[in-house]
């Protein structure tokens, strides 16, 4: 299709090179198809990390090494991009991407054992003092137990932990195991979703997430080459998000590189809801309602937003179910955004004005890879 380009470059002044790709054009399918999983979920969306990465690595080592099998951009227009970043002279080099750099992920396993433990001391509230002993333990009891479950029983099968460290750290707030198998135990065992959630996912392999190993080599390509003040103008997930994107997400220690500014839509379904309808829809997933929102008295709390910073610390905004835009100032010392956040409808009508209902401000210094939020 190279003879429908869209892809392109402007530059303004001395101020700021904006750089336009197009990422759908000459992008390779999902890494995991969705021809192949069944489904959206476990290809498209909540794909276990190790499992894209293995299949990355196959399709790479297959193509002798080649990114395009993997490849949202294609090799032509990488090279273009990697052109037009080291040719930029301008102080701000922007880029008009569509899906998000910034990873999105959640530990399973983790995330279960912090459910579970917030249920017990919300029952017993001695037992706050010992919370992050206990979450530790329930982490380490529901790694063995899921690991024992066969590999065709994952999706449906829950696993049955002996609790052996859990009853350990309640044995220090003198909770007996006679006490801890009639009472707490049961408790437990009921908030247990099947093995298959004991895992690390990435919630959208459709953004760069899913394509990791290309998004490797754009950010090691601006890092080998000291090119700073990169800042990507982002959208497509319907929700408003901004952080620094690293050089390996993965790494023991990962290096900030860019920063990632991503706008919720002006009027589309929003990021929370999806997965909001994935828990009420999917039977597999009901236990794990508590990671996307709370309810009480019918009224529903986001807790989705709270997840995500509690496993991606690169975040620093995070509003996953809204509607609204961005408006991004320059100088030469910072990077200006704010994202403005619109009033729903009204029993389907335009809200009263003003329609906007809230407003973050955030800023990139010159020089820095990092957003500091001012509001």
């Known amino acids: 299709f190279h003879n429908i380009r869209i892809y392109r470059a402007f530059s303004f002044g001395n101020l700021a090179t904006l750089v336009m790709t197009d990422q759908r054009l000459f992008r390779a399918d999902h890494v995991i198809p969705e021809v192949g999983a069944g489904s959206e979920v476990g290809s498209r969306y909540f794909v276990p990390k190790s499992t894209l990465a293995a299949v990355e690595s196959q399709k790479m080592t297959a193509a002798g090494g080649s990114l395009d099998p993997v490849s949202i951009l294609g090799s032509t227009q990488r090279q273009w991009w990697k052109d037009r970043m080291s040719a930029a002279n301008t102080t701000w ?6 899906v998000s750099l910034l990873r999105m992920q959640v530990n399973g396993t983790q995330a279960v054992a912090g459910m579970m433990v917030q249920s017990l001391i919300a029952a017993n509230a001695g037992l706050a003092a010992l919370q992050s002993q206990l979450t530790t333990a329930l982490v380490s009891d529901l790694t063995t137990a899921a690991a024992a479950v066969p590999s065709a029983s994952k999706a449906t099968q829950a696993p049955a932990p002996a609790y052996t460290q859990t009853k350990a750290v309640l044995a220090l707030a003198g909770v007996s195991g006679t006490v801890f198998d009639a009472g707490i135990k049961p408790q437990l065992d009921a908030a247990l979703p099947p093995a298959q959630f004991f895992d690390t996912f990435l919630l959208n392999a459709d953004q760069w997430d899913g394509y990791n190993a290309e998004r490797k080599a754009l950010l090691q390509h601006l890092k080998d080459n000291a090119i700073g003040n990169v800042v990507a103008l982002t959208g497509d997930i319907h929700a408003f998000f901004a952080g620094s994107v690293m050089d390996d997400f993965d790494a023991a220690s990962p290096v900030p590189v860019m920063v990632d500014l991503v706008t919720a839509g ?110």
């Open 266 to 375: 002006i009027s589309s379904n929003s990021f929370y809801s999806y997965f909001e309808s994935v828990v009420d829809g999917n039977a597999a997933f009901a236990k794990t309602k508590p990671l996307i929102y709370t309810e009480q008295g019918g009224v529903r709390t986001n807790t989705f937003n709270s997840t995500l910073t509690t496993f991606n610390p690169w975040l620093k905004v995070a509003n996953t179910d809204a509607q609204g835009y961005a408006i991004v100032t320059l100088t030469p010392a910072k990077l200006s955004c704010s994202f403005h956040t619109l009033k729903p409808l009204a029993a389907g009508a335009a809200p009263a004005l003003p329609a906007t209902r809230s407003i973050t401000r955030l800023e990139v210094a010159a020089g820095s890879p990092t957003v500091t939020v001012l509001a």
């Open 93 to 98: 080099k922007l880029w008009g991407n569509e």
